[in-house]
């Protein structure tokens, strides 16, 4: 069974430009969370999709936005890139809870993008 | 606001040395932690969950144990290659990360 794949794997962009970084979720996961993991901290929470739908934000400014498309696969789009936007952004997906509790998250091995 | 503290935030074990790793936690509201381990330049990769305190889950040399306030992994034996960083998680209306423990075994 293929895990979460990420594109691309390295991105590189100056001050303002725009960065869009894709995610395939593990076939039949319905949920894709994005997280942005900067050196010395650990993993923050962006976004959470699902069903199309965006269910929950993190602390983050306007210009992190996303979707998720019919098929489950999603987009994490960051305008105005500033410096402090370098970081490993890590996608991962999960299926709905079930009786027996809520489900893991697996991630992707990510996106290093690096803004100079 | 949940919170994720792991201590300490790097290890270093000889071959065979057993030593337990912390993750102590506030959170409003808890329905699940998680494990994983992360190596360099990967996604972390999944270990375990744990949804209610007493609980414990075991896999090879790891074991996972859940209080009301913070968690233990316990690491049996360890060989060099567990060495990674160890991340722990827990589930409330988001997922919140502490920050990892390095650990580093050596031969």
């Known amino acids: 069974e293929a895990g979460v794949t990420q594109s691309p794997t390295h991105l590189i962009k100056t001050r303002g430009q725009q960065a869009t970084l894709r995610c395939s979720p593990i076939?039949?996961?319905?949920?894709v969370y994005w997280y942005q993991q900067a050196l010395g901290l650990g993993l923050q929470f962006l976004l959470w999709y699902d069903e199309g739908e965006e269910r929950n934000r993190g602390n983050f400014p306007p210009r992190f936005s996303g979707r998720q498309f019919p098929n489950y696969s999603s987009e994490l789009n960051v305008n105005a890139l500033e410096l402090e936007d370098s970081a490993l952004y890590l996608c991962a997906s999960s299926q709905g809870d079930d009786a027996a509790g809520i489900q893991p998250q697996h991630f992707g091995d990510g996106t290093r993008l690096s803004i100079l | 606001e949940d919170q994720v503290t792991q201590s300490p935030e790097a290890l270093r074990l000889q071959e065979g040395e057993s030593s337990s790793l912390n993750c102590s936690y506030t959170v409003s509201g808890l329905r699940g932690l998680f494990w994983y381990r992360q190596d360099p330049g990967k996604g972390p990769e999944f270990l375990f969950t744990l949804y209610s305190a007493g609980e414990e889950k075991e896999k090879e040399r790891l074991k996972a144990t859940l209080t009301k306030k913070e968690s233990f992994l316990h690491i049996t034996a360890p060989k060099p290659e567990d060495s990674a960083t160890y991340l722990c998680?827990?589930?409330?209306?988001?997922?919140?990360f502490g920050k990892g423990i390095t650990l580093s075994v050596r031969p």
């Open positions: 076939s039949g996961h319905t949920s």
């Open positions: 998680a827990v589930q409330a209306s988001k997922l919140t």
